[in-house]
């Protein structure tokens, strides 16, 4: 007889494992739209089942929280109930001897907070405010809007031209989205509870490569209306994009000499080929846009003339400011910022780096954009330095691992302390303190914090500072703009506080974002402004939906982008994805489950087909 055995799992436990994997793609699919109150209780009670029983708090205290928000959610609970419930959470956060029954209870105590009004809707209306039209998730969670189900089905069937038309009605940026959207409508493609979510960008960059030229649709007639847009990147021109479709005169303001914003002057050409996007603006621009380059809010021109001269205007400015670490010797030579430099780059200046030692400080996309530039600019070394951790990089993790594969070093939980410079003033070294991390912030990141360890000199040549953008405020302030912590005050309308015919959108209202967001407060702004000047114009694209088909939905492998060898695609600015293959769409594109038909849309919600 063995006094041990080897363990090895049984029929049941792989039944189990199975289960919990089931179950987590379908956490990580579940739809926006729910019901905050249900969505809470579910979790709840999921915390509730992993609890070890122990400690009185977790046996009795989430099954207790578990029966009053049942109450929430059935009509019979009272105002009451709600102190009740809060009461309860707080004791078992302060009481729970481990984290499961803390983090449960804590799960209570924020939705509370969070989502007051809904538990109160229920209580005091017995209805919910999420209602019961629940949307597509890709198209929800697209702050554009765009009808993702449908133009996937169009690449399915060849129809590239077509895909391109149905984006543009609720993104006139589809090259631009097709190479650097983030893509957030992956996050919950409902296809993660059979295998993994659909390459939604993948397949829009394949509409886009295979289109060919797609002619712009027509105008509306004239209304004899003029609007002014200062700012000519993703959101005033996408603002100015559909306001001309719908017969308004827009006139656009640029400081810079060319059009663009942070798709010319922040995104490098290894990421956006220069020709893709200066094709999307002349598109943009064929409509009859009136643009003017070089000019500058409170120099060339002052925000009251342009409200006097127009019917209305829509301020998008974005966030080209460099913000500054506030170490000792940042005004050092060879100190630089990230939007200095790529303002160069976008401009063709290319700096020269050659044989140097370049050190690049932030963890973010523009931090990856330096860093993997300065690579191709022939730098010998390229450190990035960041406090936290990797997976605590706001970059996309395709940007670290992209750079890293092509030689630069990534220094995680290091805090620059100082720059050390020569008798001359120019940078020599960067100064940084070891951190470990600590407790989890609010937005649910691990805090860093100095280790007990000495500082580690880093010898740069040029060092570059990469830690975020902020707002160009001057000559907007003095003209009423009201501003508060940097950026403008918009409504969620994009209308500027008591200004009757002002606007504002993007980057210079929410800080430093997304492309498709600014693009999408750009088609909210002129939405708004067109029926700001008396007028509702719909925005429709005449483009039909291929059917859907039945065919069987087993699991299957997402088929992603590949890259150029990394060796090659170091030494140039040429683009470094390669897209898809015609066979690799088309089955892409099969794996849609189509859910504006079947079983989610076709219900509660569906195609949205005009707006």
Known sequence: ????????????????????????????????????????????????????????????????????????????????????????????????????????????????????????????????????????????????????????????????????????????????????????????????????????????????????????????????????????????????????????????????????????????????????????IESILSLGIEVHTGVTVGKDIWIEDLQKEYDCLYIAIGAHQDKKTGIPGEDSVNVISAVEMLRDIGDDIMPDFSGKKVVVIGGGNVAMDVTRSSIRLGAEKVTCVYRRRVADMTALPDEVTGAMAEGAEIMTLAAPVRIEADEEGVAKALWVQPQIIGEVDKAGRPRPGNADLPEVRLEADIIVVAIGQGIEISGFDAAGVPIKRGTFVAGLSGQVGDMDNVFAGGDCVTGPATAIRAIAAGKVAAANIDEHLGYRHEITVDVEIPSPKLNNRAPHGRINTTEREAGQRRCDFEDIECGLTQEGAVTEASRCLRCDHFGYGIFKGGRVEKW
Do not use: W
């Open 1 to 280: 007889m063995s006094r041990l055995d080897i363990k090895s799992p049984s029929r049941a436990e792989t039944v189990v494992e199975n289960l919990y994997r089931d179950m987590e793609r379908r956490i990580a699919a579940s739809p926006p739209g729910l019901c905050p109150v249900d969505m809470a209780l579910s979790f709840l009670r999921l915390c509730h089942a992993q609890s070890c029983g122990k400690c009185v708090p977790c046996r009795i205290g989430l099954g207790q929280l578990s029966l009053l928000l049942e109450q929430v959610l059935s009509g019979t609970a009272t105002m009451s109930t709600l102190v009740t419930i809060e009461k309860t959470a707080r004791t078992i956060v302060n009481t729970a001897d481990c984290a499961i029954g803390r983090d449960a209870a804590r799960l209570v105590v924020d939705g509370l907070e969070g989502f007051r009004d809904d538990y109160e809707e229920h209580i005091l209306h017995h209805r919910c405010l999420a209602g019961l039209k629940y949307p597509v998730p890709c198209v929800a969670l697209c702050p554009a809007g765009v009808d993702i189900p449908g133009y996937m089905a169009l690449v399915g069937e060849g129809r590239c031209a077509d895909a391109v038309r149905l984006i543009r009605k609720d993104n006139p940026f589809p090259t631009a989205c097709a190479y650097i959207c983030e893509h957030p409508c992956e996050a919950r493609c409902r296809r993660n509870m059979i295998d993994d979510a659909i390459n939604i960008r993948g397949l829009k960059r394949y509409a886009v490569d295979h289109a060919g030229e797609v002619p712009q649709p027509e105008c509306a007639p004239s209304t004899g209306k003029k609007v002014a847009i200062v700012g000519g990147g993703p959101s005033g021109l996408s603002c100015a994009y559909y306001l001309t479709l719908m017969g308004h005169k827009v006139t656009v303001y640029e400081e810079a000499k060319q059009l663009g914003g942070m798709l010319r002057y922040g995104i490098p050409n290894y990421r956006f080929p220069r020709h893709l996007l200066n094709a999307e």
